[in-house]
């Protein structure tokens, strides 16, 4: 059964640091591109960061460049969003999304999705 299960959500304080993780089952992650993406209460759906795993290239959203990174361990088969320098404007869920087609994935199309992790920044 193919699964992405995300964790690591959570409250925080302004200025404070959380890593998400995004567990792949039923595949291996080494052979797709793979995304972040979070949704805020009441707004859309926006992409965070995204990787490419036929040339490492990334995509990071304006609003987390610098603060966030995206990584991935083939062995765990796992995907990381290391997120600092949190803000209130970060408070969403967040969701892992992998697919086949980059371009796909840039516009917010996975193949699978995970339910999501929430998270919450405090001031």
């Known amino acids: 059964q193919v699964q992405l299960v995300e964790s690591g959500g959570g409250l925080v304080q302004l200025g404070g640091s959380l890593r998400l993780s995004c567990a792949a089952s039923?595949?291996?992650?080494?052979?797709?591109?793979i995304g972040w993406f979070r949704q805020a209460p009441g707004k859309e759906r926006e992409g965070v960061s995204c990787f490419s795993s036929s040339d490492g290239s990334t995509y990071y959203a304006d609003s987390v460049k610098g603060r966030f990174t995206i990584s991935r361990d083939y062995a765990k088969n796992t995907v990381y969003l290391q997120m600092n320098s949190l803000k209130p404007e970060d408070t969403a869920v967040y969701y892992c999304?992998?697919?086949?087609?980059?371009?796909?994935?840039?516009?917010?199309?996975?193949?699978?999705w995970g339910k999501g992790t929430l998270v919450t920044v405090s001031s």
């Open positions: 039923g595949f291996t992650l080494g052979y797709w591109h």
């Open positions: 999304a992998a697919a086949q087609v980059y371009s796909d994935l840039l516009r917010g199309r996975g193949d699978y």
